[in-house]
């Protein structure tokens, strides 16, 4: 059982019962956490998962949001922000580390200004550098973990470095779906400032043009199935501008599911559902989820 008057006697960040999730996604739905706490340092953010372990009290760890759908029920149990706790973000001897709760967009600014290559394509998601990390986020042919060096995370209650080899990474997927991240250690090539400057106009430049911008979204809602592209599939089902409650298969990038102002996460799943069932049907493709549900059970997911 989680206490507030415990947490209270070491916790020196922010915490809040029955706090709206729709508050802390990019979607802007979802239902309340119990708890939802945003730890004020590295210090604060061990000590309280080391405090929710001995209680055996479930958590989940977010960064922006930016790819997790949360339920109308919310969460049960705490959710624990780590942006402020994690911002860290240096260069030491030719490697940047970079804390989980560091912004996506920063790290690439950090890295051109460091003029250091590869990571430009990441400008623009808005996720966080641990979000990213556990995602294995890439966009325009490159993923975050090409430039990984190691990882750090809590794992099993201890702090542990997992090198790149071990972490799992595939697409949209790594191994660190159960551990905390605390930070990574990155190596990349040498750029020229101004070529990197510009690559990262560009991808910029091409999501503001593709994507539906205008409306909360969780970026691509599904995986791309080996060897197809799943907006193309969507859309070659039929479905885009398809609409359930306020939520709707964006008529711009028909992989986008956007909130039109009042959908729920029930909305969401009802036409995420619809999608699954009718690309199927079609061409006897199953599309797999690429956003993280939150708060669901295991068979409404
Ligand atoms: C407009 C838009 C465009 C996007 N474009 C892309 C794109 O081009 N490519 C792409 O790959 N993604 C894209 N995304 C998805 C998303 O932004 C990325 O996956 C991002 O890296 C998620 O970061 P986050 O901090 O928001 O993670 P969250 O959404 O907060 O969390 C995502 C998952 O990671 C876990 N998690 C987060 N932080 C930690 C941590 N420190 N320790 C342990 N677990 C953690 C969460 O529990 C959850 O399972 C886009 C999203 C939007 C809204």
């Not at 697409?171 to 070529?195: C, I, M, Q, W």
């Amino acid at each position: 059982m989680i206490s507030m008057s415990e947490i209270q006697k070491f916790f020196r960040g922010a915490i809040r019962v029955n706090e709206p999730m729709a508050n802390h996604t990019w979607m802007k739905v979802g239902g309340p956490a119990d708890w939802y706490a945003e730890p004020r340092d590295r210090e604060d953010l061990v000590a309280l998962i080391e405090y929710l372990q001995k209680q055996g009290a479930p958590f989940v760890v977010i960064g922006r949001g930016s790819n997790i759908l949360v339920s109308d029920a919310g969460v049960r149990g705490a959710v624990i922000n780590v942006e402020q706790a994690l911002q860290t973000l240096t260069k030491k001897n030719g490697k940047v580390f970079a804390e989980a709760g560091v912004r996506l967009t920063h790290f690439v600014d950090f890295c051109i200004q460091h003029e250091l290559a590869g990571v430009e394509m990441l400008a623009g998601i808005p996720g966080t550098v641990g979000g990213a990390v556990v995602m294995n986020a890439g966009a325009y042919g490159g993923t975050i973990s090409d430039y990984i060096a190691e990882v750090e995370v809590i794992r099993n209650g201890t702090v542990a470095l997992v090198s790149k080899e071990q972490a799992e990474f595939s697409y949209r997927h790594s191994g660190f779906t159960n551990d905390v991240v605390l930070s990574a250690l990155f190596l990349l090539p040498k750029g020229k400032k101004e070529e990197l400057a510009q690559r990262r106009r560009e991808c910029v430049l091409k999501r503001n043009q593709t994507q539906p911008l205008e409306f909360p979204n969780l970026g691509s809602m599904f995986k791309n199935p080996p060897n197809a592209y799943a907006a193309q599939l969507i859309e070659q089902a039929g479905l885009k501008g398809k609409r359930i409650g306020g939520a709707q298969v964006s008529e711009k990038h028909a992989n986008f599911i956007v909130n039109l102002g009042n959908a729920t996460a029930t909305d969401v799943m009802h036409l995420v559902d619809l999608v699954q069932r009718t690309v199927y049907q079609h061409f006897g493709v199953l599309l797999e989820l690429e956003v993280k549900l939150v708060g669901f059970s295991p068979q409404q997911g």
